[in-house]
């Protein structure tokens, strides 16, 4: 096994998202599997599929990861964590990261810099009233960020983000005359992704994540390399795609070397490398 590419001479670390929305959906909005009605019409049918995210899904992928002996990183709305700072209390108590995720759906990329800034804000402050810890991880709705997007999270106390999706190993970019951290988030390993429309079965996903692991745990030897998945409150919580993510975890773990890390850790470790790939654009 290799040693020198990650902390204690890991050959290769994945890192899991669990993302917390439930409760910050729009109303009238097309996010589920369900049809809209109409544009005007609030559609009952899209708030259950959420509902079943805090009452079913979050606690399922808890259980999971504690018996799997596993930290992850949850991105958390705001608007989610204020409808249900239990659940968010919850996830930090059992060692888990609490990073921000806006504190709505609403498109950050249309805001102005203030009100972008005004969003992160009350991220942060939703976060720490239901926690009590100061997220310093960040993901945008949709991945999508604007151009005023890293300053003002720089400028908030933000260590990382991770909504670019070019390389499979942390890296820093150049903002406002220093470093900041990218852990890279995943549309690959995403089941919003694979799942939104009922267009994969669990087995193929299964498959897709093994196949992944295969060919990244192969380059961990000559090179550092991070896999990224992802999972939803009320997709990956489900019980047969959870069973799916708990069957790659139990792969994963039966190979020298594999570690899981939350994404907090891995900012912090590859923001204090020499080698970690740097980007000034």
């Not at 899209?46 to 949850?74: A, M, N, Q």
């Not at 400028?155 to 890279?184: K, M, N, Q």
């Not at 039966?254 to 490398?273: N, S, T, Y």
Request: aromatic share 10%.
């Amino acid at each position: 096994m290799s040693a020198g590419y990650w902390p204690d001479g890991a050959r290769l670390v994945i890192s899991v998202s669990m993302q917390f929305e439930a409760g910050a959906q729009p109303d009238k909005a097309p996010y589920s599997p369900f049809a809209e009605m109409d544009r005007e019409t609030v559609n009952i049918a899209t708030g259950k599929w959420f509902d079943y995210g805090v009452k079913e899904g979050l606690p399922r992928l808890l259980d999971l990861w504690d018996r799997k002996g596993i930290k992850v990183t949850s991105h958390m709305v705001g608007q989610a964590v204020e409808r249900h700072p239990e659940i968010a209390r919850e996830i930090v108590e059992r060692g888990h990261e609490a990073a921000a995720h806006g504190h709505t759906w609403e498109p950050h990329w249309r805001m102005s810099p203030d009100e972008e800034r005004a969003s992160y804000s009350r991220n942060i402050a939703a976060i720490e009233s239901a926690t009590g810890t100061r997220p310093v991880g960040f993901n945008a709705f949709a991945l999508r960020n604007s151009l005023n997007t890293l300053s003002i999270l720089k400028s908030l106390g933000f260590l990382y983000y991770i909504d670019d999706t070019s390389r499979d190993e942390p890296f820093t970019v150049e903002v406002d005359g220093g470093r900041f951290g990218v852990v890279p988030y995943t549309r690959r390993n995403n089941d919003i992704d694979r799942f939104h429309m009922l267009s994969l079965s669990g087995a193929a996903f299964g498959s897709d994540l093994r196949d992944e692991f295969d060919m990244l745990y192969a380059e961990a030897e000559t090179r550092r390399r991070l896999m990224s998945v992802s999972v939803h409150d009320r997709i990956g919580g489900q019980p047969g795609i959870a069973k799916v993510v708990s069957d790659f975890v139990d792969y994963a773990q039966g190979h020298p070397g594999v570690v899981f890390m939350r994404k907090d850790e891995i900012a912090c470790w590859a923001l204090e490398q020499a080698d970690t790939p740097h980007e000034t654009a």
